[in-house]
């Protein structure tokens, strides 16, 4: 049963309103559904706000969960934000290093590989590929 004398809870997510915020970048400013975010986000936003064109590109980097994993973008935005410099770039430049596999490990190559034949250095072995036609 559903008591109407209590006051409702209103819970945003604020990924439904990415949409908005990339025609309305402005909306990251007041925007209530954006006080949910992950606590990295709203620090970063607090830094690139104070910027000129900051919610444009705070809009962008959260416009990267379109395309990522959530938890990918918060260790990017927690890389930048230990870096000293946030910025998109630096996000991107992040998420890249998160998202890419590491190296394999090298092959280790045994000390049994031994040269038979000792190369040489005469180099008219290849007048002789030519022919005569072309030698000088």
């Not at 945003?12 to 970048?25: F, G, M």
């Not at 909306?27 to 900051?54: C, E, V, W, Y």
């Not at 290093?97 to 031994?114: E, F, N």
Request: hydrophobic letters at 40%; glycine letters at 6%.
């Amino acid at each position: 049963m559903v008591n109407h004398d209590v006051p409702g809870k209103v819970i945003y997510d604020w990924q439904h309103y990415l949409l908005v915020a990339q025609r309305k970048p402005g909306a990251l400013r007041n925007g209530a559904p954006f006080n949910t975010m992950p606590d990295s986000f709203k620090h970063l936003q607090s830094i690139l706000l104070q910027r000129a064109r900051g919610d444009k590109e705070m809009v962008e980097v959260l416009s990267l969960i379109l395309h990522h994993d959530e938890a990918d973008i918060v260790k990017a935005v927690e890389m930048a934000l230990d870096a000293g410099c946030p910025s998109k770039q630096h996000v991107m430049n992040c998420l890249s290093r998160v998202i890419t596999p590491p190296q394999p490990a090298p092959i280790p190559i045994g000390s049994s590989l031994q040269l038979i034949t000792e190369p040489t250095s005469d180099a008219s072995r290849y007048d002789t590929l030519r022919g005569k036609r072309h030698a000088h």
